[in-house]
């Protein structure tokens, strides 16, 4: 089943991303919202474990989070889709199911 | 598509309940159904009417009860874990002795059994917490 | 009370009593066995430390709900899942945690082992072949 995995934590705070990806199957989408779009931005030291990541799930982030933290689109990882809630919305439609690692 | 929405994390103090009203929204904007609003956990408290914030921020809990009054939303709040947080509506009241209520009259305390009926009816669970 | 019946996975990643998450979703667990649902449980991460054996609370003024583990087997929850990776990093093995059995009816109620250890790889497909995930 595809599932949409959503992460809400700074992976500067907590492994949660790390965790995600280790269990989300090929094709799986990852969602970063809240804190967790720090992982999104570029010239991180986690940069390269988010591009990998980009191989096997498909990565997006979470708009009005990124503007409301100071970033804007062009900070982003390349690969990784910014969407705004009504793409949040459909993401979760179009998955089977929503996973939410708290 | 049938949502159902689970909150496990209070206003101002996450951004749980935020993200989940904002999300509650599109979907609602979306012409999707949004079968049921569970709060659970610290996420109870975001049916306290008393909640005063400041006049230049968000009120969360008039937020949701103005979303719930346009789109005859079902928010549901956990009675046990607004038994152990002190949110409380008239029968709450009289059946722990209690002086007070506090709960918005936008939503209405049950049991667990809720959030488990709206996994089971909706298409999609999810759940925004800490 | 519903025809359909799902795949119902409870995640739990966090530690008990630090925060009342782990309680709090046992308890929705046992309301929602009511249900007749396929019931999993996942214990990864640090939610490994809920099923610990020996915990005793009385220094810290806080109910010990340990024992509530071992009681899921009346509630027919038999599949409870332990991620042998999450145990390894926390320096723990299978004696450290609790021995949870169900009682298996066809069999003049022999007790079998409600906790299978899983691998990273295995607890990922678990996940992928829930109907519903509740994250607390």
Known sequence: ?102 | MKFAIQINEGPYQHQASDSAYFFTKAALEKGHEVFRVFFYHDGVNNASRLTTPPQDDRNVVNRWAELAEQHDLDMVVCVAAAQRRGVADEGEMQRNGKDATNIHPRFRISGLGQLVEAAIQADRLVVFGD | MSETIKNFLYLNRKAPYGTIYAWESLEVVLIGAAFDQDVSLAFVDDGVYQLTKGQDTAGIGMKNFSPTYAALGDYEVKKIFVEQESLDERGLTLDDLQHLVWEDEDEDYAEKDSIKLVSRAEMAAIMDDADVVFSF
Not at chain 1, 89 to 94: G, K, P, S
């Open chain 1, 1 to 102: 089943m595809s599932t949409l995995h959503t992460v809400n934590k700074s992976p500067f705070e907590k492994p949660s991303l790390d965790v995600c990806l280790a269990h989300a199957t090929a094709g799986a989408g990852v969602l970063l919202i809240e804190d967790g779009v720090y992982a999104a931005t570029k010239g991180t030291a986690v940069e390269d474990r988010v591009k990998q990541a980009l191989d096997s799930v498909k990565l997006f982030v979470l708009g009005p989070d990124l503007l409301a933290r100071g970033f804007t689109e062009d900070r982003v990882i390349d690969g990784i889709n910014v969407v705004d809630y009504a793409g949040f919305v459909d993401l979760a439609a179009e998955h089977d199911k929503v996973q939410a690692w708290l």
